[in-house]
């Protein structure tokens, strides 16, 4: 019977980081079902859901930690029940950007929260603006909603939810190609 493990990783970046982790999971035989790998100024970041029998999930769970800490990387794993893909009914893009402010975060993923949508993706990035020295935040969510939703509505409260925290933006449904083209990317 097939098993899962999450499996994080963390730690400053260098070359090879990858190879070494992929052999060592390839030896084990198990397979790497999902994975998101980013850098973060020097720090290297990986999350992966394996899946193999019972005896190379042991095994990965027993040699990875070894080879983390002689790369001197961070390592947390979970086993876990099946993974499946999510079901993404319905998608949208939440984007926003304004002054850098404490609470922001908070208040948007509240919003998402009390209405049970799920955030499905979740990327921020915050710069300095050379004129002003002032920091600038821009974040970028996708969110699932079931097919259900008011769309109306929901873009309706989040454009008052970002005038309230004076931010600008735009919610954009996914499932509408023709607004969709228009959307700018990263």
Known sequence: MKQQLIVTILGTDRS?????????????????????????????????????????????????????????????MKRTSHHEKQNLEHLFDVEFTGADAEGQIKAVTGFFAERQLSISAFRQRVSTDSDSGQQTMRCKFVVNASTEIDFAQLQSDVMALFDSLSLSGKVVDKSNKESYENATGW
């Open 16 to 76: 090879g980081i990858l190879s070494e982790i992929s052999s060592l999971v390839s030896e084990t035989r198990c397979n790497i079902l999902d994975s998101r790998q980013a850098i973060y100024g020097k720090e290297f970041s990986l999350t992966m859901i394996l899946e193999g029998d019972h005896t190379a999930i042991t095994k990965t769970e027993c040699l990875l930690p070894p080879l983390c800490q002689r790369l001197d990387l961070l390592s947390m």
